[in-house]
């Protein structure tokens, strides 16, 4: 008898190993639907009610600005940075979040600004405003839900805009910079608010659209075809060599603006693929010994300069992708959570290249005759 309850528990104990083995496969195997799931709002945006408006008179309303506006203190930059930065919120409870969010703060300013923004700090005064960004769900559907609020985002950051044009610009340079859901925002503001107006676009240095998908055939403004070209697009959308998963999520899931302010897929377009190591929209390979810096801010305090790694990558663009060979340093190198990974790296390839590109187009922007912006004397 006690032969037959022994032999009964050892079989419980297998039906039981064999049902948590098959649940981790499931876990593993379905792990991108159910962490999706856990995102997703679980509301039609159309009865969404979304967080409170910024209002962008308030200080507390820029996640980066000048301590007293910037205007006209001895030493300081003499052009400004307009900053749209990239998705930190993960969603979850909203399909756009708060401008409070205490942990996608956290992330803008641990990992996003000390790596995107880093770059320009010694060149211009950051403006970056907080908005109602599209959650990371968002990102991961093309849902006419999350449509609707990278729509919605959209406003936010045009009323900023419009805030800094009118009350802080002053006739300064400026560089439009956006970042993956930010360099989309930063498309549109870049064809609706900034080209159209002879004023703004005789004081823009060029748009950094850092991983952003636009649209070869129908850019936002003339493309920086040269170096220390002005009032041009500089943007495009990154993968490592052999890394086909990323490159080809990056191309499927890529939205673009059409008229009337929508948004549809690329649709077979190629986008617009702009070599940071060239400084030039090409499809010109460029040799590693072009890199002037790679570097990992994350961690620092905002505008500490972070040590470079010189060399790390090669560019070429191809098929609209541009394709980096694999770094050689591990800080140079995808990390973290599954969340953590389908947003904007923890790094910047591309660092100082970005930042003499900049400096590059700021003093073409000032040597021109018809320039109506004040001379820049940039600091090195």
């Given at each position: 008898?006690?032969?037959r309850?022994?032999?009964?528990?050892?079989?419980?104990?297998?039906?039981?190993?064999?049902?948590?083995?098959?649940?981790?496969?499931a876990?593993v195997?379905?792990?991108?639907?159910?962490?999706?799931?856990?995102?997703?709002?679980?509301?039609?945006f159309?009865?969404?009610?979304?967080?409170?408006?910024?209002?962008?008179?308030?200080?507390?309303?820029?996640?980066?600005?000048?301590?007293?506006?910037?205007?006209?203190?001895?030493?300081?930059?003499?052009?400004?940075?307009?900053f749209?930065?990239?998705?930190?919120?993960?969603?979850?409870?909203?399909?756009n979040?708060?401008?409070?969010?205490a942990r996608?703060?956290?992330?803008?300013?641990?990992?996003?600004?000390?790596?995107?923004?880093?770059?320009?700090?010694?060149?211009?005064?950051?403006?970056?405003?907080?908005?109602?960004?599209?959650?990371l769900?968002?990102?991961?559907?093309?849902?006419?839900?999350?449509?609707?609020?990278?729509r919605?985002?959209?406003?936010?950051?045009?009323?900023?805009f419009?805030?800094?044009?009118e009350?802080?610009?002053?006739?300064?340079?400026?560089?439009?910079?956006?970042?993956e859901?930010?360099?989309?925002?930063?498309?549109?503001l870049?064809?609706e608010?900034?080209?159209?107006?002879?004023?703004?676009r005789?004081?823009?240095?060029?748009a950094?659209?850092?991983?952003?998908?636009?649209p070869?055939?129908?850019?936002?403004?003339?493309?920086?075809?040269?170096?220390?070209?002005?009032?041009?697009?500089?943007?495009?959308?990154?993968?490592?060599?052999?890394?086909?998963?990323?490159?080809?999520r990056l191309?499927?899931r890529?939205?673009?603006?059409?008229t009337?302010?929508?948004?549809?897929?690329?649709?077979?377009?190629?986008?617009?693929?702009?070599?940071?190591?060239?400084?030039?929209?090409?499809?010109?390979?460029?040799?590693?010994?072009?890199?002037?810096?790679?570097?990992?801010?994350?961690?620092?305090?905002?505008?500490?300069?972070?040590?470079?790694?010189?060399?790390?990558?090669?560019?070429?663009?191809?098929?609209?992708?541009l394709?980096?060979?694999?770094?050689?340093?591990?800080?140079?190198?995808?990390?973290?959570?599954?969340t953590?990974?389908?947003?904007?790296?923890?790094y910047?390839?591309?660092?100082?290249?970005?930042?003499?590109?900049?400096?590059?187009?700021?003093?073409a922007?000032?040597?021109?005759?018809?320039?109506?912006?004040?001379?820049?004397?940039?600091?090195?």
């Amino acid at each position: 008898m006690a032969q037959r309850r022994s032999g009964f528990g050892v079989l419980l104990l297998r039906a039981a190993l064999v049902t948590v083995g098959l649940l981790l496969v499931a876990a593993v195997i379905w792990r991108d639907d159910i962490i999706r799931t856990t995102l997703d709002p679980k509301v039609p945006f159309q009865t969404y009610d979304p967080p409170a408006a910024p209002d962008y008179v308030q200080r507390s309303a820029w996640a980066l600005r000048p301590l007293d506006g910037g205007h006209g203190r001895p030493g300081e930059p003499a052009a400004d940075v307009f900053f749209v930065g990239p998705t930190t919120y993960d969603g979850g409870r909203h399909w756009n979040a708060p401008i409070d969010e205490a942990r996608a703060g956290r992330e803008f300013r641990r990992v996003m600004a000390p790596n995107y923004a880093g770059p320009f700090v010694r060149l211009a005064r950051i403006y970056a405003p907080r908005y109602r960004q599209a959650s990371l769900y968002s990102m991961l559907t093309l849902r006419e839900d999350a449509r609707e609020a990278r729509r919605f985002a959209y406003g936010d950051v045009a009323q900023a805009f419009r805030r800094y044009r009118e009350a802080d610009n002053q006739g300064r340079a400026f560089v439009l910079v956006g970042v993956e859901q930010g360099g989309t925002l930063a498309a549109r503001l870049l064809s609706e608010e900034i080209m159209p107006d002879p004023t703004m676009r005789a004081r823009l240095a060029a748009a950094y659209l850092i991983d952003t998908a636009i649209p070869a055939d129908a850019p936002p403004a003339p493309v920086c075809a040269r170096p220390s070209q002005t009032a041009c697009v500089a943007a495009w959308v990154g993968a490592v060599d052999g890394d086909k998963v990323r490159s080809e999520r990056l191309i499927d899931r890529a939205l673009v603006w059409t008229t009337g302010g929508q948004l549809d897929s690329l649709a077979g377009r190629t986008p617009l693929c702009f070599n940071p190591l060239l400084g030039a929209v090409t499809d010109a390979e460029a040799a590693p010994r072009l890199n002037l810096g790679a570097a990992n801010a994350t961690g620092l305090e905002w505008a500490a300069r972070p040590p470079f790694l010189t060399r790390q990558v090669g560019a070429r663009c191809e098929n609209g992708v541009l394709r980096v060979t694999r770094p050689n340093s591990p800080s140079l190198r995808p990390s973290g959570s599954w969340t953590e990974r389908r947003k904007a790296p923890g790094y910047n390839l591309f660092y100082a290249d970005l930042e003499a590109d900049a400096k590059a187009r700021l003093a073409a922007l000032a040597a021109r005759p018809e320039a109506s912006v004040a001379a820049l004397s940039l600091r090195p």
